[in-house]
């Protein structure tokens, strides 16, 4: 029997807007974040697609995105596994200062590095799926950069794009096994 995963990345904010990196720093979402993730919501409507749970990061701009998409009915638990990469001393600084814009390999020391964000990302999924029954299925909201990093290691998809804001991702999981469903962004033509 299978679980069905929704990976859902929170809605813009006002630091997506300025271009700021935002990891561990917390945001709101802006106007247009919130037109977008109730856009995610109409899809889930639209599609019948019901949750029997929902997980969420504990960072604010992640659970405003799942309260508007359950129309603040459901009640969720909040995971620090979740939570964005932290970029260190780059936090709120912009992001054209990231070192990756500069091909430059050499990552800060006070950034957390890539395979312990995919190493917390697995721990929770396995938490959320202990908690998830057979034929279930769960919304899971969190961040692009982590969220992106678990997808491209589970699925061995290094090309994948990544997520856009309140894009979502589509799982299944069989035992072990992962299975990459699909891509949607409802708020594509959002100007």
């Given at each position: 029997?299978?679980?069905?995963?929704?990976?859902?990345?929170?809605?813009?904010?006002?630091?997506?807007?300025?271009?700021?990196?935002?990891?561990?720093?917390?945001?709101?979402?802006?106007?247009?974040?919130?037109?977008q993730?109730?856009?995610?919501?109409?899809?889930?409507?639209k599609?019948?697609?019901?949750?029997?749970k929902?997980?969420?990061?504990?960072?604010?701009?992640?659970?405003?995105?799942?309260e508007?998409?359950?129309?603040?009915?459901?009640?969720?638990?909040?995971?620090?596994?979740?939570?964005?990469?932290?970029?260190?001393?780059?936090?709120?600084?912009?992001?054209?200062?990231?070192?990756?814009n500069?091909?430059?390999?050499?990552?800060?020391?006070?950034?957390?590095?890539?395979?312990?964000?995919?190493?917390?990302m697995?721990?929770?999924?396995?938490?959320?799926?202990?908690?998830?029954?057979?034929?279930?299925?769960?919304?899971?909201?969190?961040?692009?950069?982590?969220?992106?990093k678990?997808?491209r290691?589970?699925?061995?998809?290094?090309?994948?794009?990544?997520?856009?804001?309140?894009?979502?991702?589509?799982?299944?999981?069989?035992?072990?096994?992962?299975?990459?469903?699909?891509?949607?962004?409802?708020?594509?033509?959002?100007?």
């Amino acid at each position: 029997m299978t679980k069905t995963l929704y990976l859902v990345r929170h809605g813009q904010t006002y630091f997506n807007y300025y271009h700021k990196v935002q990891g561990r720093c917390d945001s709101p979402l802006n106007e247009k974040g919130i037109r977008q993730v109730a856009m995610a919501r109409d899809y889930f409507q639209k599609h019948h697609i019901h949750f029997d749970k929902a997980f969420s990061s504990t960072q604010e701009r992640a659970c405003d995105t799942l309260e508007i998409i359950t129309d603040h009915k459901m009640p969720y638990k909040r995971l620090k596994d979740l939570r964005e990469k932290c970029y260190g001393i780059f936090e709120g600084r912009d992001e054209f200062l990231l070192p990756w814009n500069y091909n430059n390999k050499n990552i800060d020391p006070t950034m957390e590095k890539d395979e312990e964000v995919v190493g917390r990302m697995r721990r929770a999924i396995v938490q959320i799926l202990k908690g998830v029954n057979d034929g279930e299925t769960a919304l899971v909201v969190g961040h692009g950069d982590i969220l992106s990093k678990y997808v491209r290691d589970v699925t061995k998809s290094p090309n994948f794009p990544g997520f856009d804001n309140a894009s979502i991702v589509k799982l299944t999981v069989d035992g072990n096994q992962v299975h990459y469903d699909g891509y949607v962004w409802p708020a594509e033509g959002l100007g």
